[in-house]
């Protein structure tokens, strides 16, 4: 079975410094890789998907994140934050099409101005 | 534009009754899924779906039944809801197969028992 760990449950940050919200998954298999944001009374939204190919995954409003097979890890990082980046972020794996997401329990990050 | 329509934004529902949460996708999707989402417990997976008539279980499935008689349509019941389901209740849709992509959701609604 697969689990997910997003290390830190709220991240505190000034507005246009960076930021990184980490996510280690443990998996006995091939696993792919997803990024989602959610927005206060909404449901989520994909930032990114690491399915094959090169490491480092670009997504939307200037997200990327790399995937690093020895660590685990699929941290995602921003160079400089926004207002509006103000939202929860849930890391997800899944082994295949046909199996369900398996979800992190989510980071709150806060820009601050 | 893809899409998954949850059909409530906000249900209150008092202790006891039958509540019916509807989901439909418009995306010919296989896969369709069902979360409850709660603070500091993140996604939690109730019930999910491959396939018309058919159901899987997930992690929390106590107190909840699923159908679906439609693909573009799968419904999560609660028998007799209680106060600890008051949660905020997230639908999802995914191609099936061995094409893997992410999982569509919809606007999630928030439903408090009394």
């Known amino acids: 079975a697969q689990s997910v760990t997003q290390l830190d449950s709220q991240v505190p940050v000034f507005e246009e410094a960076p930021v990184e919200l980490r996510c280690n998954y443990s998996?006995?298999?091939?696993?792919?890789l997803f990024w989602y944001v959610q927005y206060p009374n909404q449901g989520l939204q994909l930032l990114l998907k690491y399915l094959s190919g090169s490491t480092l995954v670009k997504g939307i409003n200037g997200f990327e994140a790399e995937f690093n097979k020895s660590q685990t890890s699929f941290h995602l990082r921003k160079p400089s934050v926004h207002i509006s980046d103000t939202a929860e972020y849930f890391c997800a794996v899944t082994p295949s099409g046909n199996t369900p997401l398996v979800f992190g329990k989510g980071t709150r990050l806060s820009v601050i101005a | 534009d893809v899409k998954v329509t949850q059909s409530s934004r906000y249900l209150v529902k008092r202790t006891g009754e039958k509540v019916f949460l509807e989901c439909v996708q418009d995306m010919d999707h296989e896969n369709m899924f069902w979360y409850r989402q709660d603070p500091g417990l993140g996604l939690r997976l109730i019930y999910f779906?491959?396939?018309?008539?058919?159901?899987e279980k997930g992690d929390i499935p106590e107190g909840y039944s699923v159908s679906r008689e439609k693909k573009e349509r799968f419904s999560l019941i609660l028998e007799s809801a209680s106060t600890n389901q008051t949660s905020m209740y997230l639908c999802?849709?995914?191609?099936?197969?061995?094409?893997?992509?992410?999982?569509?959701f919809g606007q999630g609604t928030r439903l408090t028992v009394v």
């Open positions: 999802a849709s995914r191609t099936g197969g061995i094409v893997n992509t992410e999982a569509f």
């Open positions: 779906s491959y396939d018309v008539k058919m159901k």
């Open positions: 998996s006995s298999v091939s696993v792919y």
